[in-house]
């Protein structure tokens, strides 16, 4: 799905990196890769499992990377699991370090019928689950487009990778920053 968005001189931003396999094989197609993970032993794991990409810590909605310093960005398994709120402040940063023309995607799990809320279990579960919601296309479409994206486009992943599971039913967006006038 990312090969054909990908060009081999290209600086590539993973936002959400986790230990570096997805990171590391786009590595090897353009000419770098900025995995940031807001996990510190995350982040020590990719970098002992898959060398290559430049691991960096992000603590919080300002990343860490220049202005305009990104021709392509994208998120696998990330935002699903973040409190929409929260979206916005992160699609402002991805618009800020994108050069104007760079382009994203970012995977998001999409129901319009009956979107999957989240609840918090209770005790020990309550700690360590993973949070995870479904947004609707509505919902996505309109964060994006109001921190600044044009083209914004929605793709089930099955219709890409002619997948047949839990993930191939979930989406993949993709986003442009319009060309400097
Ligand atoms: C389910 S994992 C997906 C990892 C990787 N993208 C993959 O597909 O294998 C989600 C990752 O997002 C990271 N993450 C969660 N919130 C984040 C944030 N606000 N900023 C950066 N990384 C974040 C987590 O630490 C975790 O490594």
């Not at 310093?69 to 994108?98: K, M, T």
């Not at 760079?102 to 579960?125: M, N, T, V, W």
Request: proline residues 8%; aromatic residues 8%.
């Amino acid at each position: 799905m990312l090969t054909p968005l990908l060009s081999p001189d290209a600086t590539v931003l993973d936002f959400g990196c986790g230990p570096g396999f997805l990171a590391r094989e786009i590595d090897a197609r353009v000419r770098e890769v900025i995995a940031l993970d807001v996990s510190r032993g995350t982040l020590a794991c990719a970098r002992a499992l898959n060398p290559g990409p430049s691991y960096v810590l992000s603590p919080g909605p300002g990343l860490p990377v220049g202005d305009g310093r990104i021709d392509f960005v994208y998120s696998v398994a990330v935002f699903q699991h973040l409190d929409p709120v929260d979206w916005p402040a992160y699609f402002r940063e991805f618009r800020r370090v994108l050069r104007p023309g760079g382009s994203g995607l970012c995977h998001f799990a999409i129901s319009d019928e009956q979107p999957a809320a989240y609840r918090k279990p209770r005790g020990l579960r309550g700690c360590y689950s993973l949070r995870f919601e479904e947004s609707t296309t509505e919902a996505v479409v309109d964060s994006l487009t109001e921190a600044g994206f044009a083209d914004v486009v929605v793709t089930a992943m099955t219709d890409v990778g002619g997948i047949d599971d839990d993930v191939g039913r979930q989406h993949m967006v993709t986003f442009r920053r319009a060309p400097a006038a």
